[in-house]
């Protein structure tokens, strides 16, 4: 998908490819118990009868549809390149950061987990191309650090929300984030579960 095809407006006409590929998703997710058979019914309807990319981008924007299988734990790559049309695209668990990662996507979000990822370079050049109100998450820790200076964010605003008493920690891994997001750039740490909440603990 070219850089063209990420800047067209949300009523652009959708292929037929477009139409199928939103169908094997919906289908996935109802494998995983994530939709009824009467909701897949309703969307996979909606799919086919679909005119436009942006019709079809609502239809799975409540469902998590990662885009790349995580690398294996033996590799590290220089550049990874993930390019998806819908669905959502995240790196979570233990993942080896490369040194540049060039991710575009037409209709979904992007979420980024760095609280176990493992990084041997200590840099991450980030380039996104983000579209149609898609939003780009950052899951942070004390010193890992997100520079937005290269970032556009066209609808949406970008948000930082880690604490303040961490800014001085040492840093091990400096995420610099360029290209252009059509909906929110979120950097913050773990959300704390119930228990930890309800004891008063960092989700840390």
């Given at each position: 998908?070219?850089?063209?095809?990420?800047?067209?407006?949300?009523?652009?006409?959708?292929?037929?490819?477009?139409?199928?590929?939103?169908?094997?998703?919906?289908?996935?997710?109802?494998?995983?118990?994530?939709?009824?058979?009467?909701?897949?019914?309703?969307?996979?309807?909606?799919?086919?009868?679909?005119?436009?990319?942006?019709?079809?981008?609502?239809?799975?924007?409540?469902?998590?549809?990662?885009?790349?299988?995580?690398?294996?734990?033996?590799?590290?790559?220089?550049?990874?390149?993930?390019?998806?049309?819908?669905?959502?695209?995240?790196?979570?668990?233990?993942?080896?950061?490369?040194?540049?990662?060039?991710?575009?996507?037409?209709?979904?979000?992007?979420?980024?987990?760095?609280?176990?990822?493992?990084?041997?370079?200590?840099?991450?050049?980030?380039?996104?191309?983000?579209?149609?109100?898609?939003?780009l998450v950052?899951?942070?820790?004390?010193?890992?650090?997100?520079?937005?200076?290269?970032v556009k964010?066209?609808?949406?605003?970008?948000?930082?929300?880690?604490?303040?008493?961490?800014?001085?920690?040492?840093?091990?891994?400096?995420?610099?984030?360029?290209?252009?997001?059509?909906?929110?750039?979120?950097?913050?740490?773990?959300?704390?579960?119930?228990?930890?909440?309800?004891?008063?603990?960092?989700?840390?």
């Amino acid at each position: 998908m070219s850089d063209e095809d990420q800047n067209q407006p949300v009523d652009m006409k959708a292929s037929h490819s477009d139409r199928d590929q939103v169908v094997d998703i919906l289908r996935d997710a109802s494998a995983d118990g994530r939709l009824t058979g009467e909701e897949l019914d309703e969307r996979v309807g909606a799919a086919l009868s679909a005119r436009t990319v942006g019709e079809l981008a609502d239809l799975t924007r409540d469902l998590p549809v990662p885009a790349v299988e995580t690398l294996p734990a033996t590799t590290t790559a220089d550049v990874v390149v993930a390019d998806q049309r819908f669905g959502t695209l995240q790196r979570v668990g233990v993942w080896h950061v490369p040194r540049r990662f060039e991710i575009k996507m037409v209709g979904g979000d992007v979420r980024l987990d760095f609280t176990e990822a493992v990084s041997e370079h200590g840099e991450l050049e980030l380039h996104v191309e983000v579209g149609f109100g898609g939003d780009l998450v950052l899951i942070t820790k004390p010193g890992v650090s997100v520079e937005t200076e290269g970032v556009k964010v066209r609808m949406g605003d970008i948000k930082i929300r880690t604490p303040r008493s961490d800014a001085n920690a040492p840093v091990t891994l400096r995420v610099k984030v360029s290209g252009r997001v059509s909906g929110d750039v979120i950097v913050r740490y773990p959300r704390r579960t119930l228990g930890q909440w309800v004891r008063g603990e960092s989700s840390l």
